[in-house]
């Protein structure tokens, strides 16, 4: 219930609180067309979709297998076809996800071990997407103006250990560079959660010998401290 004024507005909530994609449900089903639209324009569907994917995640922070139960259930009790085929994108999408498997990642039932959270996964998974389809677009001749991206990830949500996971995914290496007070968190970090940890460091004095520890690294992947 909206109370409006002037110089005031505010917002009660009369009911119970909704999930994002709920709400979006809801919608859809108000207005007669919309969905036909929406399918029709690729660039409104595709944003649709990822509305949806990131409202469902929070299902998904604990237990992955909670989260598949909920979208399985919102698959089931979609009152339209359109909003049924958007559920099952999603589902397939996430079970994809689900699979994603890392080299060398220590998993498992040693002491050791150690977990990758699903939003982690899933921010691994649309960043490889993204890179297959900038790869595709090169081999077509329509390569894509900006094919990077940003990880706007909060503070201790795991931004290094994606981009460590990234990395093991690339044969040709990386070049990793850092703010100074950080550069060996990335080494405790592979350390920490790879088997095999290989990251190399170059934190020499002068920047001569910073480029001879890069160039001698090869396809390893290195950390520069600035």
Same mark, same amino acid.
């Given at each position: 219930?909206?109370?409006?004024?002037?110089?005031?507005?505010?917002?009660?909530?009369?009911?119970?609180?909704?999930?994002? /994609?709920?709400?979006?449900?809801?919608?859809?089903?108000?207005?007669? &067309?919309?969905?036909?639209?929406?399918?029709?324009?690729?660039?409104?569907?595709?944003?649709?979709?990822?509305?949806?994917?990131?409202?469902?995640?929070?299902?998904?922070?604990?237990?992955?297998?909670?989260?598949?139960?909920?979208?399985?259930?919102?698959?089931?009790?979609?009152?339209?076809?359109?909003?049924?085929?958007?559920?099952?994108?999603?589902?397939?999408?996430?079970?994809?996800?689900?699979?994603?498997?890392?080299?060398?990642?220590?998993?498992?039932?040693?002491? /050791?071990?150690?977990?990758?959270?699903?939003?982690?996964?899933?921010?691994?998974?649309?960043?490889?997407?993204?890179? /297959?389809?900038?790869?595709?677009?090169?081999?077509?001749?329509?390569?894509?103006?900006?094919?990077?991206?940003?990880?706007?990830?909060?503070?201790?949500?795991?931004?290094?250990?994606?981009?460590?996971?990234?990395?093991?995914?690339?044969?040709? &290496?990386?070049?990793?560079?850092?703010?100074?007070?950080?550069? &060996?968190?990335? &080494?405790?970090?592979?350390?920490?959660?790879?088997? /095999?940890?290989?990251?190399?460091?170059?934190?020499?004095?002068?920047?001569?010998?910073?480029?001879?520890?890069?160039?001698?690294?090869?396809?390893?992947?290195?950390?520069?401290?600035?």
């Amino acid at each position: 219930k909206l109370i409006g004024e002037p110089s005031l507005m505010r917002v009660r909530q009369t009911s119970k609180p909704k999930n994002t /994609d709920e709400i979006l449900a809801g919608l859809l089903a108000l207005r007669k &067309g919309v969905a036909e639209k929406i399918q029709k324009n690729p660039h409104q569907l595709r944003y649709l979709t990822r509305k949806m994917e990131v409202s469902l995640l929070k299902h998904f922070m604990r237990d992955e297998g909670e989260g598949m139960r909920y979208l399985e259930t919102r698959v089931r009790q979609a009152e339209s076809p359109f909003l049924k085929t958007l559920y099952q994108a999603v589902l397939k999408k996430f079970k994809a996800v689900a699979k994603l498997k890392i080299p060398g990642f220590k998993s498992g039932t040693n002491e /050791d071990a150690q977990r990758l959270f699903f939003y982690q996964k899933y921010a691994i998974y649309e960043i490889l997407q993204r890179r /297959d389809e900038a790869l595709r677009s090169a081999v077509e001749g329509h390569p894509i103006q900006n094919p990077g991206v940003i990880l706007a990830m909060e503070q201790g949500l795991g931004k290094t250990l994606v981009a460590l996971s990234l990395i093991r995914q690339h044969e040709e &290496g990386a070049l990793i560079v850092a703010p100074n007070p950080v550069g &060996g968190v990335w &080494g405790e970090q592979e350390g920490r959660f790879f088997e /095999d940890p290989g990251l190399v460091l170059a934190n020499q004095s002068s920047s001569s010998a910073k480029v001879k520890a890069i160039e001698e690294a090869g396809k390893t992947p290195k950390v520069v401290p600035l």
